[in-house]
């Protein structure tokens, strides 16, 4: 008989999605169904506010993306009231951002997504010697001997005769779909340590520039933080070599563990090719060389693909609002003019209406609304954004930087391009995208140091500071590529005071319920299809869900 399962909550940090799952009589997913179960309402809360504000509220929707509602929001706001800010804070906002992408991933790949391919206990069997000539054979990190893993592993054994396994507590270890030798779980282990300890050294550039993190500070017309090399409390010669010692050392991690260990530890599952969904891939682009609204100059382009085809990318203008919209057919909301009305989000409406079951049940009523997640959709498709979305186009576009690390990463897994439409290809894209923003980091690094030099040290445009320069009612739109995807602020400006604003964030485009037409989401679709082993232990669910790097507290914010 077909059963249903429910793996709530899903997400390793960021807590509140359920996937309740309809498996057939030989337990693959025939539906899938993604459901937010919880609302903060930012959205309203931010009426009637002052809009240069705004950044310091909506940065609050999430501490693990935590510097990219600010700076979609001070975008937004700079682009209604019409300032252009300094090419000093350009630089910074670029270069935070590159920060914020490449911590974001490999904190994503060791802590949130390697314990649904690594199964930390049977490290406890490893033979140090081994794991050590592994090591040495596919990098040249220096943490390698049989001494140190024979450590480790002591400290590993110690966890679990103790019976605390602390952060390792709750796999499904033993599960048969993990399929590293022990030696390899081992060395994995070993990196999701030494990558807990890294993480927090590469976002220090946060605090140098903003103050602090998770939450720096951003500022409408440019960045909070001053410029004088001869200061000792501002961006000064003794800050800008700590930043770039950092940014050596994040390319060095990045290039002797992250990448090596990801072909790795790909390489045993390459058999593995579920969850690639639903072929369609949006990415507004970031990293702009000189103005946002010069698309051209984006590092990551702008496009959008339609069912796998990567001969043609489509244009995107998230303004036009036949392309970008919102609908709550299947959401806890109601809208004045229907529910399955698509709105445009200077049109957007947010009015909470929970028609759910009361707890405690056992299963959603999916027929109905099941979410506390809004229906983003392009041009009425749905779209996954991301990692993987932003590679394939860039890769389409032929970037050189892309299609050379794209082809190694294929070439050691001896796999075609193809590959790349599944969950271990999110996997890979994450992977690809973080050695180039570490790249991004040491560009922007050098492109401050050489403006500096040139006696620039302006990083902030105080000419529509006062409101009375402020036209009586704008409109304006800003975006970024978050982490995991697409990200805009749409604000509606009147009489000095925000009338309106909507976010529409990437955990909303991937794991949106299904539309008026019956369309399913990113999430719903990669799951179909996929057969799970032991339906006591969802370990399939986990994997293709967390390749998307699930973040419920910005998807329904
Ligand atoms: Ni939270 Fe996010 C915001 C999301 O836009 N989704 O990547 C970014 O969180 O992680």
Avoid at 94 to 107: C, F, G, S
Avoid at 263 to 269: D, K, S, T
């Amino acid at each position: 008989m077909a059963k249903k399962i429910v793996v709530d909550p899903i997400p390793r940090i960021e807590g509140h999605l359920r996937i309740e799952a309809k498996l057939n009589e030989s337990n693959v997913i025939e539906e899938a169904y993604s459901s937010g179960t919880m609302w903060r309402g930012i959205e309203v809360i931010l009426k009637g506010r002052d809009p240069r504000d705004a950044w310091a509220f909506t940065e609050r929707i999430c501490g693990v993306c935590t510097t990219v509602h600010a700076l979609a929001s001070v975008r937004c706001v700079e682009d209604a009231l019409g300032i252009d800010i300094p090419a000093n804070a350009r630089i910074i906002r670029n270069l935070m951002n590159a920060t914020q992408v490449t911590q974001d991933h490999l904190v994503h790949f060791y802590h949130l997504h390697a314990l649904d391919w690594v199964d930390v206990v049977s490290a406890l069997k490893a033979d140090p010697k081994q794991a050590s000539v592994i090591a040495q054979s596919i990098s040249a990190w220096p943490k390698s001997s049989p001494g140190y893993f024979k450590d480790l592993q002591q400290r590993l054994i110690g966890f679990v005769d103790s019976g605390q396994l602390g952060i390792f507590a709750n796999g499904y270890w033993g599960h048969p779909g993990y399929k590293l030798p022990p030696e390899v779980n081992l060395i994995a282990v070993a990196h999701y340590l030494e990558a807990l300890d890294f993480q927090k050294e590469i976002i220090k550039i946060h605090t140098i520039f903003g103050g602090k993190n998770p939450h720096p500070n951003y500022l409408v017309g440019g960045m909070a933080c001053a410029i004088d090399p001869n200061s000792d409390t501002a961006i000064n010669i003794e800050r800008l070599s700590m930043i770039k010692k950092i940014i050596d050392d994040t390319q060095t991690f990045i290039d002797q563990v992250y990448i090596p260990d990801l072909i790795a530890i790909a390489g045993y599952y390459k058999g593995w090719l579920h969850g690639g969904g639903l072929g369609n891939y949006l990415s507004y682009g970031d990293f702009p060389e000189t103005t946002l609204a010069d698309f051209k100059t984006l590092l990551w382009p702008r496009g959008a693909i339609l069912g796998k085809d990567l001969t043609t990318i489509h244009d995107v203008d998230p303004r036009d609002a036949a392309q970008v919209t919102e609908e709550v057919s299947h959401s806890w909301y109601t809208y004045k003019g229907g529910d399955g009305k698509g709105l445009h989000p200077w049109k957007g409406e947010t009015t909470p209406n929970y028609t759910g079951p009361k707890p405690p049940f056992q299963y959603l009523d999916t027929d109905k609304k099941y979410s506390w997640l809004k229906t983003p959709r392009w041009k009425n498709n749905p779209m996954e954004v991301g990692p993987l979305a932003r590679v394939l186009i860039a890769y389409a576009k032929g970037d050189p930087m892309i299609k050379d690390t794209v082809g190694l990463v294929l070439s050691k897994l001896e796999v075609g391009p193809e590959a790349l439409f599944s969950t271990l290809g999110r996997t890979a894209a994450r992977g690809i995208e973080c050695k180039q923003t570490a790249g991004f980091m040491r560009h922007y690094y050098d492109q401050l140091v050489a403006n500096i030099k040139t006696g620039d040290y302006r990083t902030f445009n105080s000419e529509r500071w006062d409101p009375d320069s402020w036209p009586k009612e704008c409109k304006g739109f800003g975006y970024t590529e978050a982490p995991r995807g697409s990200l805009g602020h749409w604000i509606h400006i009147e009489d000095e005071k925000i009338k309106e604003y909507q976010i529409v964030v990437p955990s909303t485009w991937n794991a949106s319920p299904r539309d008026v037409n019956g369309n399913i989401g990113a999430y719903e679709s990669a799951l179909k299809g996929t057969p799970v082993a032991n339906p006591d232990q969802p370990l399939e669910i986990l994997r293709t869900v967390h390749s998307f790097d699930p973040c419920l507290a910005c998807a329904s914010h």
